[in-house]
């Protein structure tokens, strides 16, 4: 159990250097084992998920060398086993991308179906339509994914919905496949693209990554590279975000700007500045915001993973606003833990109706997941005068804990304790409890 105090109210000023982005890491880590030769992959994110993927990875034999917390050597000739532990799914659902890299190199893959989780019921029908195209059995077996091939061949592949994680596996093994595979109607964001970029300097051949068409040319075999991960825009947007609600000034540092247009846009439209550099923004937020609506799509729209985050700068907007989740089915789940510390904010359907107050004030709070969790987080820096306790009954996923410790750096007034279940409030009036209840996979 962790317990975390924040004594927010304050504006938010100072810089911050974002890490590599966790959702290309997962992909990319999985990717680095269709070699035999060693990867060296730099600027990983020192995150949770990132430690039980390379665990998981370990488990199947492959060599696995922490250099440092941002860098990794991975060598995947030693793998001895195609079957991956549910222990791992069960901890991070982007040990799938295992599925995509195993049946590439090995035409053999065997991987427990990862579920549902708190964001909505999340299949992956679209992942395993792949597979078969290229000419896989697919079965479900005992709650696993069995997937064989002969051999796997290239083809023409039509999502039906634009997923990241079914473009990025099938991408995996048709770049491993005899012959062209199109995938089309495939996700275009930024990681998709890193991904892309790593397997080609592992001597893949994948060209349109970043439009909606994706072709690839199969190689019978790929090569050692170093790569280095490009920057996270989700932890790069959470920053801006809480720039804004805190009506604070925080220079985001090292990040690719063109990534984060979409939050960019969205902060200008309710008052915020925002200034791009070659490889940084500032957000400055020296006034009340204003309403304004969203509605997430896949990338280049406005982000899911950021729609909790912007949500908490809304409830303080003058005005009503409106947010509309079209990714996931449930990811509204903070909005009644909003309410509790004075957001006015009504959930219908996949909408959010927000009506803007002055200021937040603290309650105890729970976060269903790791982008809730940032956003209570935000709401708790921002409310007035107030501590805030956040109480863990699982390890929060060290990406918040990094976003905690980057603001502590900044002296705002928060702690973070470990191994405590009941500490003392240190002032019934002013304290946020934030309980991260879940103990289901995260991403
Ligand atoms: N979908 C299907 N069938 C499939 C695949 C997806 O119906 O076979 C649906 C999903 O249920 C969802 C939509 O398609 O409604 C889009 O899902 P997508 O496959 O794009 O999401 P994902 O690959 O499971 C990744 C990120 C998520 C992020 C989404 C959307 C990783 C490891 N996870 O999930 O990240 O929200 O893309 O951008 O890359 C997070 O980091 O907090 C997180 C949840």
Same mark, same amino acid.
Request: charged fraction near 20%.
């Given at each position: 159990?962790?317990?975390?105090?924040?004594?927010?109210?304050?504006?938010?000023?100072?810089?911050?250097?974002?890490?590599?982005?966790?959702?290309?890491?997962?992909?990319?880590?999985?990717?680095?084992?269709?070699?035999?030769?060693?990867?060296?992959?730099?600027?990983?994110?020192?995150?949770?998920?990132?430690?039980?993927?390379?665990?998981?990875?370990?488990?199947?034999?492959?060599?696995?060398?922490?250099?440092?917390?941002?860098?990794?050597?991975?060598? =995947?000739?030693?793998?001895?086993?195609?079957?991956?532990?549910?222990?791992?799914?069960?901890?991070?659902?982007?040990?799938?991308?295992?599925?995509?890299?195993?049946?590439? *190199?090995?035409?053999?893959?065997?991987?427990? @179906?990862?579920?549902?989780?708190?964001?909505?019921?999340?299949?992956? %029908?679209?992942?395993?339509?792949?597979?078969?195209?290229?000419?896989? +059995?697919?079965?479900?077996?005992?709650?696993?994914?069995? $997937?064989?091939?002969?051999? @796997?061949?290239?083809?023409?592949?039509?999502?039906?919905?634009?997923?990241?994680?079914?473009?990025?596996?099938?991408?995996?093994?048709?770049? &491993?496949?005899?012959?062209?595979?199109?995938?089309?109607?495939?996700?275009?964001?930024?990681?998709?693209? %890193?991904?892309?970029?790593?397997?080609?300097?592992?001597?893949? +051949?994948?060209?349109?990554?970043?439009?909606?068409?994706?072709?690839?040319?199969?190689?019978?075999?790929?090569?050692?590279?170093?790569?280095?991960?490009?920057?996270?825009?989700?932890?790069?947007?959470?920053?801006?975000?809480?720039?804004?609600?805190?009506?604070?000034?925080?220079?985001?540092?090292?990040?690719?700007? *063109?990534?984060?247009?979409? !939050?960019?846009?969205?902060?200008?439209?309710?008052?915020?500045?925002?200034?791009?550099?070659?490889?940084?923004?500032?957000?400055?937020?020296?006034?009340?915001?204003?309403? !304004?609506?969203?509605?997430? &799509?896949?990338?280049?729209?406005?982000?899911?993973?950021?729609?909790?985050?912007?949500?908490?700068?809304?409830?303080? $907007?003058?005005?009503? +606003?409106?947010?509309?989740?079209?990714?996931?089915?449930?990811?509204?789940?903070?909005?009644?833990?909003?309410?509790?510390? /004075?957001?006015?904010?009504?959930?219908?359907?996949?909408?959010?109706?927000?009506? /803007?107050?002055? *200021?937040?004030?603290?309650?105890?709070?729970?976060?269903?997941?790791?982008?809730?969790?940032?956003?209570?987080?935000?709401?708790?820096?921002?409310?007035?005068?107030?501590? /805030?306790?956040?109480?863990?009954?699982?390890?929060?996923?060290?990406?918040?804990?990094?976003?905690? !410790?980057?603001?502590?750096?900044?002296?705002?007034? @928060?702690?973070?304790?470990? =191994?405590?279940?009941?500490?003392? @409030?240190?002032?019934?009036?002013?304290?946020?409890?934030?309980?991260?209840?879940?103990?289901?996979?995260?991403?």
């Amino acid at each position: 159990m962790e317990q975390y105090v924040i004594k927010g109210g304050n504006p938010l000023v100072g810089e911050v250097e974002i890490g590599g982005a966790k959702n290309a890491a997962l992909a990319i880590l999985a990717a680095a084992i269709m070699t035999d030769e060693m990867v060296y992959i730099e600027n990983l994110p020192d995150v949770r998920d990132i430690n039980v993927l390379l665990e998981a990875i370990k488990e199947i034999g492959a060599v696995v060398e922490r250099v440092s917390p941002t860098e990794v050597k991975i060598t =995947g000739s030693t793998i001895s086993d195609i079957s991956v532990e549910y222990e791992y799914i069960k901890k991070i659902r982007a040990s799938y991308y295992l599925l995509g890299a195993l049946l590439g *190199k090995y035409k053999s893959a065997e991987v427990p @179906l990862p579920g549902g989780c708190n964001i909505g019921s999340r299949p992956i %029908d679209q992942h395993l339509k792949g597979f078969r195209a290229l000419g896989a +059995s697919v079965d479900i077996l005992h709650g696993a994914v069995v $997937a064989k091939a002969e051999n @796997l061949t290239g083809k023409h592949i039509f999502l039906d919905m634009v997923s990241v994680g079914a473009t990025i596996n099938i991408m995996m093994a048709a770049a &491993m496949a005899t012959g062209n595979t199109i995938i089309e109607n495939a996700a275009r964001e930024p990681h998709v693209v %890193d991904v892309a970029n790593f397997l080609n300097s592992m001597g893949a +051949s994948i060209k349109g990554a970043g439009t909606d068409v994706i072709r690839i040319q199969g190689v019978e075999k790929l090569h050692g590279t170093t790569y280095s991960i490009i920057p996270d825009q989700i932890e790069a947007g959470t920053f801006m975000c809480a720039a804004a609600a805190t009506r604070g000034d925080i220079m985001v540092k090292n990040v690719i700007p *063109k990534h984060l247009e979409a !939050t960019t846009a969205k902060l200008e439209e309710i008052g915020c500045q925002v200034e791009e550099f070659d490889d940084a923004v500032r957000v400055v937020a020296n006034k009340r915001l204003t309403r !304004t609506h969203v509605k997430t &799509m896949p990338y280049p729209g406005y982000p899911t993973d950021m729609q909790p985050q912007f949500a908490v700068a809304l409830t303080l $907007a003058e005005g009503t +606003s409106i947010v509309t989740e079209s990714i996931f089915e449930n990811r509204f789940k903070y909005a009644d833990e909003l309410s509790r510390m /004075g957001a006015n904010i009504k959930v219908e359907g996949n909408t959010a109706i927000i009506d /803007g107050v002055e *200021k937040l004030t603290g309650a105890r709070v729970s976060a269903p997941d790791l982008r809730a969790g940032a956003a209570l987080v935000i709401a708790g820096l921002a409310a007035g005068a107030v501590t /805030g306790i956040l109480h863990t009954v699982f390890n929060i996923p060290a990406i918040l804990s990094g976003i905690l !410790t980057q603001i502590s750096l900044w002296s705002i007034n @928060l702690r973070i304790m470990s =191994g405590k279940s009941n500490l003392p @409030l240190l002032n019934s009036e002013t304290i946020i409890s934030f309980f991260v209840s879940r103990s289901g996979s995260s991403t």
